[in-house]
């Protein structure tokens, strides 16, 4: 196991995590094993979640594959441009309600239940050397329609793994920023 060093500096992360970012541009060309797949996978079931509910799916494309095919016809515009080339899709399904009623909340944590598991895979991407970019610019009801998703889960958001073509701000004009709030900006006193 890689052991980070945390100097006396509050301020220093580690640096897969400093230099994180959502690339717009990927590597059309890598393709993913089954094994970094499953690795991806299986760091988002070790996550925690509130009574260990594990209130999470996930449908899983490579590029090229039938469920590929399936979400890319549902991207919006601004992802269709980018999301495609990337080497796996992962759609992120949180449970919301207990199966069978129209409005039970299945767990009040779900959602950020579901935001863990996926921040966990993010970070065992790039661990394996792969980026990840989280979007919620598609067909929601389309995707939901399309693989059948029962009433009781949400299609939440979807998130493309691969190698990034371009360097973090190398493309000022995709509207995205690395500046992040101050320490002080994100502590509430």
């Known amino acids: 196991m890689t052991q980070c060093h945390v100097p006396d500096e509050p301020t220093i992360i580690h640096p897969a995590l400093a230099g994180r970012y959502s690339p717009v541009r990927f590597n059309s060309t890598l393709t993913l094993t089954t094994a970094e797949v499953h690795a991806l996978l299986d760091a988002a079931r070790h996550a925690p979640s509130a009574g260990n509910?594990?209130?999470?799916?996930?449908?899983?494309?490579r590029r090229g594959d039938a469920n590929h095919q399936r979400i890319v016809r549902r991207l919006a515009r601004s992802s269709s441009l980018w999301a495609p080339a990337a080497?796996?899709?992962v759609v992120n399904l949180a449970h919301t309600l207990v199966e069978g009623t129209a409005d039970w909340e299945y767990s009040e944590f779900a959602h950020y239940d579901l935001g863990q598991a996926v921040a966990h895979m993010t970070f065992q991407g790039l661990a394996m050397g792969l980026a990840a970019h989280q979007f919620r610019a598609f067909d929601r009801d389309g995707i939901?329609?399309?693989?059948?998703?029962?009433?009781?889960?949400?299609?939440?958001?979807?998130?493309?793994?691969?190698?990034?073509?371009?360097?973090a701000g190398e493309l000022a004009s995709s509207g995205t920023s690395r500046e992040r709030m101050s320490l002080d900006e994100i502590i509430w006193s």
């Open 87 to 89: 080497s796996l899709l």
């Open 53 to 61: 509910s594990q209130p999470w799916k996930f449908i899983v494309a």
């Open 144 to 167: 939901t329609s399309d693989f059948v998703i029962p009433h009781h889960w949400e299609v939440t958001s979807i998130t493309a793994f691969g190698t990034a073509t371009h360097a």
